[in-house]
Nanobody
């Protein structure tokens, strides 16, 4: 079992940056694949990025590739999402998610553990 709490969201102008933080409870954090997803109003939840337990492999949605960076600090039970060159289309609630298997996944249904979300709003 793991509990996830996101922070770092806010209002930013287009072209700006934000860093989202997901703090996880539980001693087995290192065993979890971690992911970030987002959901805009009226749209389905979509994959943003994922990282394997060691941090050796990361995967990104095409829409954020080159702008967003996912990373983790297993000593601090924390995963990060660095977001640069933000666009109004990035506006959404961002969710941290975890799954206790080795393989990364872009499928939200593959993640049983979710945080409450943090709002990111990008103004034009």
């Amino acid at each position: 079992q793991v509990q996830l709490v996101e922070s770092g969201g806010g209002l930013v102008q287009a072209g700006g940056s934000l860093r989202l933080v997901c703090a996880a409870s539980g001693r087995t954090f290192i065993s979890y694949v971690m992911g970030w997803f987002r959901q805009a109003p009226g749209k389905e939840r979509e994959f943003v990025a994922t990282i394997t337990w060691s941090g050796a492999r990361t995967y990104y949605a095409d829409s954020v590739k080159g702008r967003f960076t996912i990373s983790r600090d297993n000593a601090k039970n924390t995963v990060y999402l660095e977001m640069n060159s933000l666009k109004p289309g990035d506006t959404a609630v961002y969710y941290c998610a975890a799954r206790l298997v080795a393989a990364a996944s872009s499928d939200s249904g593959a993640y049983p553990y979710w945080g409450q979300g943090t709002q990111v709003t990008v103004s034009s």
